[in-house]
């Protein structure tokens, strides 16, 4: 059983820098993709970035482009999302996800999700 959990939330001021933190254990790690969301309230999930089992990274380009950065730890099973000048619209529940690398969509049976983390950031 798949199992994430995700660290590093909290309160920061706009123009502050949080660094999230997700611990995966019960997979082959390496053969994952691993992904961030975000759900704001009274708003739907919206994904944030990913990271492919090779290493390809991609973004959500209009609300986080070159303000976050998203990155993989292989031998310790972690995946990372440094969000750098952070904005009063970035306050959500952040959620770390998990695919197999042949799966296509994070939301059917095969993904795997987080419990969440709460960034709030006041302006």
């Known amino acids: 059983q798949v199992n994430l959990v995700e660290s590093g939330g909290g309160l920061v001021q706009a123009g502050g820098s949080l660094r999230l933190s997700c611990a995966a254990s019960g997979l082959t790690f390496s053969s994952y993709d691993m992904g961030w969301f975000r759900q704001a309230s009274g708003k739907e999930r919206e994904f944030v970035a990913a990271?492919?089992?090779?290493?390809?990274?991609?973004y959500d380009t209009d609300s986080v482009k070159g303000r976050f950065t998203i990155s993989r730890d292989n031998a310790k099973n972690t995946v990372a999302l440094q969000m750098n000048s952070l904005k009063p619209e970035d306050t959500a529940v952040y959620y770390c996800a998990a695919k197999p690398e042949y799966v296509s969509s994070w939301s059917g049976p095969a993904g795997s999700w987080g419990q969440g983390t709460q960034v709030t950031v006041s302006s």
């Open positions: 990271i492919r089992w090779s290493g390809g990274r991609t």
